[in-house]
């Protein structure tokens, strides 16, 4: 999945429908919130970027990205209106691994995008996969399934089934939940964790049913990983 954040309205639409002609799934966003969003819910496989955005610049999300433990090797293509060499160094220096100035043609901009795609595939280490029955979660492409369908899960939800999965057949205390998924020790904030567990459980659908509660301690995904 590619995404695209540009508050051109005519510009996005016209770089989807390109990409999506050239069989490349992609999104676009308007507002760099929207897109924060998207990226708690599923990380993309590559990022096109504009720098002048409102709400904040293309710069200072490309730095977000690059701190980041889980987006800090997405490639990100940088494309704006500037076409300074300071503007093009500036974006470069700050981990940038493309650079393509407006106006672009489409056709430079598609073979840019699946160059950088096939390195990015070339490079990228053995996918980790944790498995239980009918659960499969895939961290490094943010990919959750339940019974072979995709499941869309926030963030916390993501890391709190790659838990579970890891440890299936085995209890997680809900202080434990509370330090690896949410950071912080335990305070007596047990209800976050009930109430995630609760909402992963409806997405999952029938396979939720696999999580089960043990009263006064935790939480078991029933079964053995695989």
């Not at 029955?133 to 369908?149: F, L, S, T, Y």
């Not at 440890?167 to 335990?186: H, I, K, N, P």
């Amino acid at each position: 999945m590619v995404y695209l954040i540009e508050d051109d309205d005519n510009i996005r639409e016209l770089v989807i429908y390109t990409l999506s002609q050239a069989g490349v799934e992609a999104r676009g966003f308007a507002l760099p919130s929207a897109f924060w969003r998207a990226v708690e819910e599923r990380r993309p496989a590559l990022v096109l970027l504009d720098i002048m955005l409102p709400e904040e610049d293309g710069l200072a999300i490309l730095k977000k990205l690059r701190a980041g433990a889980d987006t800090a090797h997405i490639p990100v293509m940088m494309l704006t209106a500037r076409d300074s060499e300071y503007d093009k160094v500036v974006g470069l220096d700050l981990g940038a691994d493309d650079y393509l100035a407006k106006p672009f043609g489409m056709m430079e901009l598609s073979a840019r995008v699946r160059a950088l795609l096939r390195r990015a595939e070339a490079r990228a280490p053995e996918e980790t996969c944790y498995r239980s029955g009918p659960i499969a979660v895939w961290p490094e492409r943010h990919i959750a399934e339940a019974d072979g369908r995709e499941v869309a899960l926030t963030r916390k939800e993501f890391d709190l089934l790659c838990l579970l999965l890891r440890s299936a057949g085995r209890v997680v205390t809900r202080e434990r939940l509370l330090q690896e998924v949410w950071g912080y020790s335990f305070q007596g904030e047990s209800r976050t964790v009930d109430v995630h567990v609760r909402t992963l459980r409806q997405k999952l659908g029938a396979a939720g049913e696999r999580i089960e509660t043990v009263r006064g301690v935790g939480y078991r995904l029933r079964g053995q990983a695989e």
